[in-house]
């Protein structure tokens, strides 16, 4: 494990930028990176895709008006210690502060990495109470940090108790455990987890570039898939990482042929001292429309941005339709370029409502 940058140094030649950040500085985000993840770093290359990620630069130290340690808001929608609930359906629960690996993109550094550990067991009987009492929530997030640095007995007590008030809540195991370190995730893990079946779980994973897509991670998520646990991968949009569209059709490829859903394409949210991973969403769009050329549509993510202040999700897409040309007639443009029309029905056919 790598977690100084004494540590760092001694396996890779660090630029003027990356010995410029000061980690003894309280403020700073910690360095944390494991060595399955060190592993895949090119030591020779200093602009590394991976090695961009994970280690952090005095540009970390550089402050936006706009940027926040909160800019989901979440902290306004937190209904108990640890539960989130910012959307009406489904809701979000901090399960640990602790993570395999600090990624330098991190939204929660607020939370991430601050000495609070995992829940407790009041914590956990609080927020199941919370689910309880609000029936429209039908999807929980464990996430935190990284759910998965919790043991099996501790992972086993949280789901329990959750199905316990709710054994129709389908769950979202939210990780970065098989990019980061994925001797983590065993058999007995799984089964542990398909144990509660009596709701579905997803694997909710982040892959942003395809050489994290090593041959252990792949055996790491094809453990949950076989176990009928789907998995959908989050990607984070970032600059000199994957911004470029031959690594993004390669990644989501590579994801589909491995039985991982490319689920979303993140653009980087305003969080402080990560102004320069982050893309501009113009350069985004670009890559979003040839993407739509390239990509059938299962391997093709949603590209979206998460708006500051709570705003939620909203998908950030090339537009195709033109317009209205006449009454019932829509014009659209396809990705290569090409026009065509479509034809509303006519109004005075009879219609009937679906039973």
């Known amino acids: 494990m790598i977690d100084t940058k004494e540590k760092l140094a001694s396996r890779l030649s660090l630029t003027q930028e990356e010995e410029a950040f000061d980690d003894r500085d309280s403020t700073a985000f910690p360095i944390k990176i494991p060595s399955h993840f060190m592993a895949l770093i090119n030591a020779d290359d200093p602009t590394d895709a991976l090695r961009r990620q994970v280690v952090p630069t005095v540009y970390e130290m550089e402050r936006e008006a706009w940027e926040s340690l909160d800019p989901l808001s979440e902290v306004a929608h937190t209904k ?38 995992a829940a407790s067991r009041e914590e956990i009987d ?57 001797a983590r995730i065993t058999n007995a893990l799984v089964e542990m987890i398909k144990g509660f079946d009596s709701a579905p779980f997803y694997l909710m994973v982040q892959f942003n570039h395809p050489r994290e897509l090593s041959a252990e991670a792949i055996k790491a998520v094809a453990r949950f898939v076989d176990h009928g646990i789907p998995a959908m991968n989050q990607t984070v949009l970032l600059r000199g990482v994957n911004d470029d569209a031959d690594v993004l059709q390669e990644l989501c490829n590579a994801l589909v ?25 113009g ?73």
């Open 80 to 117: 108990s210690s640890r539960l989130i609930h910012r959307y009406a359906s489904r809701a979000a629960f901090l399960t640990t502060d602790v993570c395999a690996i600090h990624c330098r993109h991190c939204f929660r550094r607020r939370f991430t990495s601050t000495a609070q550990g």
């Open 283 to 355: 350069r985004g769009l670009e890559l979003e429309a040839e993407l739509r050329r390239r990509l059938s549509g299962l391997a093709m993510p949603t590209y979206a941005v998460d708006l500051p202040e709570g705003g939620g999700k909203v998908p950030l897409t090339t537009h195709y339709l033109r317009g209205e040309v006449q009454p019932g007639v829509w014009e659209f443009e396809n990705p290569d370029g090409e026009r065509r029309r479509y034809w509303d029905p006519p109004t005075d056919r009879s219609s009937s409502t679906p039973r």
């Open 126 to 182: 609080d927020a199941a109470r919370y689910l309880a009492d609000h029936r429209e929530i039908t999807e929980l997030l464990l996430t935190g940090g990284d759910v998965l640095t919790l043991s099996d007995e501790a992972l086993e007590e949280m789901i329990g108790a959750f199905r316990a008030r709710r054994a129709d809540l389908v769950i979202r195991i939210c990780t970065r455990m098989p990019a980061a370190h994925p």
């Open 257 to 281: 042929f491995n039985r991982i859903k490319p689920y979303y394409l993140f653009q980087g949210d305003l969080v402080e001292g990560t102004a320069h991973l982050r893309v501009p969403i």
